[in-house]
């Protein structure tokens, strides 16, 4: 590792550039228009409306579809100059280009509307998930309306269209919930599982009470009570069989909103939110007996405050006091290679930490589950000291030890998400993420990064990038970079599916939705990162610098995302190790 390269971090320049390019070519030349269309001659008339598609358009697209006079059309359909039509015109899925006239108003659902020269509508237009477009010579009588944002619709075997229900979450299976009102205050009791089957805890049940209210009409108050039961022994008592959450919140304001909170806590969390979520994490744990997160225990208290100055825009600090401990890993049962051994849960630095913390989010997004345009953009400093940490050992080329008292160190995160449209089948997707220690003195052990996986890089084995040095032979492989940094980008095709063992009898409509797969999206993806530690010696990055793109790993691969479950093929292109095959619950970001 000796032979590591870098350059500095302001002065980067033209080669910088290339490692975010990927992410770069999504950007839009408008920051609200995901639509890239190449027509000089559009006009103010011609754009289409930014923002979620509302709920009573949606409705009169299934009423003009749907209704028996209208003239359907599946896929794109080109109406010649010598050609007309009389009455509804409606367009699912497809490009309608009008050379000859129509007599009558004109519905595109996911498509796009060209009025060539000479092309006449003598009626409403009216287009979502796509554009309007109207070329010298060219009419529309009527009305205009057009809407970027795709309609949530897919056609049935009779030919009518209707809305695409979401499923449902694997977390809300296991879920149980009852409200009642009492004057202005709402009470929700809920029973759940902790959404993250882990190898210290099994599977927590969170159980409590939730209470809203509104005690005045710009005041929103909410108290969340919920005590956390751990099935699994710990037989060596490092930790509570009983964990709580209490916490209170106040919003202010109706546009322009600001809040306070607090919350008291005695909860397990997790080192690192990558890779996987939590709730993926969990199910490989309790399917395959493979945890991809580590643990340790916070008791503690905080407070925060945020505040909402534009619309998109929450800006939040929060300071708390945390009571940090390490905790062992269990033996809960798994469904699968239940035989096998868990992998160990690393120690901690233990001890009584002040954080402190800043950030805010960007978030433009259509759709918080599945977008398709806009910006979702995290970044967050933080400063935590202690003064009784007791660090654990840890190899001298990772981190000189520390000596007991006075200990502190500060750290940023960013995370920068596009999400563009280039047609209504085809989308990019880019991100890039990283973060890492900026000041002080080395991170604890709890707050390391480490690269690879099935999350960012999912080419490489698990914390193929974990900063150990050569030989190690932890078996908890625990992440002990300083700092890491990757990029991400995606090209998404939407492509029908149709799979023959839906049910497609209207009595068993529920049904349908949940056997049935109507369309998924093909995904190409390709990925960038590189995790290091920094400071001055061998086999380190000077802190003022990043490595060198030489230095990355990279890989690529293709997958077929059907919403709720994602399968993809992974190649790293700069290692020679075989394919690997990822399973997804949920979208790559």
């Not at 209208?70 to 009008?98: C, E, I, N, Q």
């Not at 022994?233 to 304001?253: C, K, M, P, S, Y």
Request: charged content about 20%; overall charge positive.
């Amino acid at each position: 590792m000796s032979g590591v390269r870098s350059w500095p971090v302001g002065g980067v320049g033209w080669r910088w550039a290339l490692a975010v390019l990927g992410f770069a070519c999504t950007w839009p030349l408008q920051a609200q228009d995901s639509v890239i269309v190449v027509r000089p001659e559009a006009t103010a008339a011609d754009s289409a409306q930014p923002g979620g598609l509302p709920a009573e358009v949606v409705r009169e697209l299934i009423g003009f579809y749907n209704d028996s006079t209208a003239t359907r059309m599946v896929g794109s359909f080109l109406l010649p100059k010598t050609a007309s039509l009389a009455g509804h015109v409606a367009v699912f899925r497809g490009t309608l280009r009008v050379y000859g006239h129509i007599d009558g108003p004109v519905v595109v659902i996911n498509g796009d509307l060209l009025v060539a020269d000479g092309g006449q509508i003598i009626g409403n237009a009216l287009v979502v998930g796509g554009r309007i477009e109207v070329r010298a010579g060219g009419l529309i009588a009527g009305t205009r309306r057009a809407y970027e944002d795709p309609a949530p619709l897919y056609r049935m075997a009779s030919g009518l269209v209707a809305i695409r229900e979401r499923p449902r979450r694997l977390s809300d299976i296991a879920a149980a919930r009852a409200s009642f009102q009492a004057g202005r205050i709402k009470t929700t009791l809920s029973l759940e599982t902790g959404r993250t089957y882990n190898r210290t805890e099994g599977l927590p049940i969170v159980f409590g009470p939730t209470f809203t209210g509104n005690p005045l009409p710009t005041i929103d108050a909410r108290l969340d009570a919920r005590a956390i039961f751990r099935p699994a022994a710990d037989r060596r008592n490092l930790r509570d069989d009983v964990g709580f959450v209490i916490q209170t919140e106040w919003a202010f304001g109706e546009h322009k909103r600001f809040g306070i909170g607090g919350r008291g806590y005695r909860v397990i969390d997790a080192v690192e939110d990558q890779p996987l979520s939590r709730g993926e994490s969990g199910w490989s744990a309790f399917l395959f007996q493979r945890d991809y997160r580590d643990y340790f225990e916070i008791r503690g208290q905080g407070a925060y405050g945020f505040g909402v100055p534009i619309p998109n825009l929450r800006v939040e600090g929060s300071i708390r006091w945390d009571d940090e401990r390490s905790v062992r890993a269990g033996d809960p049962v798994s469904l699968f290679r239940n035989s096998d051994t868990w992998r160990p849960n690393p120690l901690i630095d233990d001890g009584h930490y002040l954080t402190s913390r800043i950030g805010f989010d960007w978030d433009t997004r259509n759709d918080v589950r599945s977008p398709t345009s806009g910006w979702l953009i995290h970044a967050h400093a933080e400063h935590s000291s202690s003064n009784d940490a007791a660090p654990v050992t840890l190899p001298t080329d990772v981190r000189a030890p520390i000596d007991l008292g006075h200990y502190s160190f500060s750290r940023v995160w960013f995370d920068v998400r596009r999400f563009a449209r280039f047609n209504p089948t085809s989308r990019v997707n880019g991100r890039l993420v990283g973060g890492g220690w900026v000041a002080g003195d080395p991170l604890a052990v709890q707050r390391r990064y480490s690269l690879g996986g099935p999350d960012i890089l999912p080419g490489y084995s698990f914390r193929a990038m974990n900063c150990a040095p050569p030989g190690s032979t932890d078996p908890a492989l625990t992440a002990l970079c300083d700092r890491m940094i990757a990029v991400q980008l995606e090209v998404r095709t939407r492509i029908n599916v149709g799979l023959p063992f839906r049910i497609t009898n209207r009595d068993f409509s529920t049904l349908q939705r949940i056997v049935g797969l109507q369309q998924a999206d093909l995904v190409l993806f390709g990925d960038g990162g590189k995790a290091w530690l920094s400071g001055d010696g061998p086999g380190r990055v000077p802190n003022d610098r990043i490595p060198n793109l030489g230095e990355w790993k990279f890989d690529a691969g293709v997958g077929v995302d059907a919403g709720g479950l994602g399968v993809y093929l992974a190649k790293a292109l700069s290692d020679n190790v075989p394919f690997r095959v990822v399973v997804r619950l949920q979208r790559r970001f």
